[in-house]
């Protein structure tokens, strides 16, 4: 059936309100903004928390009080823009106040792209915080994959390395002697994934007179977790035929997540 699912979805429920056992820290202009090991994971929708950060562990002097009163779905809070030295982010953090849910009064909500770069111990987290309900696997497979587009074959390999990640379609890695790049031309797009990292290439298809932009991409130094991955090609199954184990594949529910 076209659209179904076989991958299992994520399980926690908007509104959700959990401890972060990690140490959390922000930067702004090579400034530390937050620093924190009391932070709240606070589920907004299902697939991802955000943190939510104690106002003691925010430094002093980098909030600017806007002196404007949101009605938030988990209750009040006051607006704040952030200064550091001449750097300023007007709107981008909201400090929870009395009638918010438990437990959230007296935090603070950041916008995540206001920050240069966020850390969970040592380590640098992007796009959003990690779901610690979600699993994302590498694992080479004997089971043979074939990526295909308008009956041209981009990719054949032996021995893929599949990603499992929760809540998303399994993704499939090849090596790069195994794609076929007289089809594909080099794109300046980069993205970057929580768990994996920063891209370090990108690619689009072109099939005669068709560019598809942007379809395949490539991980050189992935997260430590996800280091079978390193140097390999993946394509989004949404916008192209995956043929795995000798079985046509149904496209994915779009999800254009790497």
Same mark, same amino acid.
């Given at each position: 059936?076209?659209?179904?699912?076989? *991958?299992?979805?994520? $399980?926690?429920?908007?509104? !959700?309100?959990?401890?972060?056992?990690? @140490?959390?820290?922000?930067?702004?202009?090579?400034?530390?903004?937050?620093?924190? #090991? +009391?932070?709240?994971?606070?589920?907004?929708? %299902? &697939?991802?928390?955000?943190?939510?950060?104690?106002?003691?562990?925010?430094?002093?002097?980098?909030?600017?009080?806007?002196?404007?009163?949101?009605?938030? +779905? /988990?209750?009040?809070?006051? @607006?704040?823009?952030? /200064?550091?030295?001449?750097?300023?982010?007007?709107?981008?953090?909201?400090?929870?106040?009395?009638?918010?849910?438990?437990?959230?009064?007296?935090?603070?909500?950041?916008? =995540?792209?206001?920050?240069?770069?966020?850390?969970?111990?040592?380590?640098?987290?992007?796009?959003?915080? /990690? &779901?610690? *309900?979600? +699993?994302?696997?590498?694992?080479?497979?004997?089971?043979?994959? !074939?990526?295909?587009?308008?009956?041209?074959v981009l990719a054949d390999s032996p021995s893929p390395v599949m990603v499992f990640?929760?809540?998303?379609?399994?993704?499939?890695?090849?090596? +790069? %002697?195994?794609? @076929?790049?007289?089809?594909?031309?080099?794109?300046? #797009?980069?993205?970057?994934?929580? *768990?994996?990292? /920063?891209?370090?290439? *990108?690619?689009?298809? !072109? $099939?005669?007179?068709?560019?598809?932009?942007?379809?395949? =991409?490539?991980?050189?130094?992935? %997260? @430590?977790?996800?280091?079978?991955?390193?140097?390999?090609?993946?394509?989004? &199954?949404?916008?192209?035929?995956?043929?795995?184990?000798?079985?046509?594949?149904?496209?994915?529910? #779009?999800?254009?997540s790497r």
């Amino acid at each position: 059936m076209s659209g179904s699912r076989d *991958y299992p979805e994520s $399980i926690a429920a908007p509104g !959700r309100i959990e401890p972060v056992p990690r @140490r959390i820290r922000a930067v702004l202009a090579g400034e530390v903004v937050l620093d924190t #090991t +009391r932070a709240l994971y606070v589920w907004e929708w %299902t &697939n991802y928390p955000q943190y939510y950060i104690p106002l003691a562990d925010v430094a002093p002097g980098v909030l600017v009080d806007e002196h404007h009163v949101q009605q938030l +779905r /988990r209750g009040p809070a006051q @607006r704040h823009g952030l /200064r550091v030295g001449d750097v300023e982010r007007p709107g981008v953090a909201r400090v929870h106040v009395e009638g918010s849910a438990d437990g959230l009064v007296g935090t603070v909500r950041f916008d =995540w792209a206001a920050l240069d770069s966020w850390y969970e111990e040592d380590e640098e987290v992007f796009v959003h915080p /990690r &779901n610690p *309900y979600a +699993r994302v696997d590498a694992l080479r497979s004997t089971r043979p994959v !074939r990526i295909e587009l308008d009956g041209v074959v981009l990719a054949d390999s032996p021995s893929p390395v599949m990603v499992f990640e929760t809540g998303l379609p399994t993704r499939y890695y090849v090596d +790069r %002697t195994a794609v @076929r790049f007289e089809h594909l031309e080099p794109s300046t #797009t980069v993205t970057a994934c929580p *768990y994996k990292g /920063r891209t370090s290439a *990108y690619w689009s298809v !072109r $099939i005669g007179d068709t560019l598809h932009q942007d379809l395949a =991409w490539a991980y050189d130094f992935p %997260t @430590r977790a996800l280091q079978p991955i390193a140097g390999m090609v993946a394509f989004y &199954n949404e916008k192209v035929d995956v043929v795995l184990g000798g079985e046509r594949l149904d496209r994915p529910v #779009t999800h254009f997540s790497r």
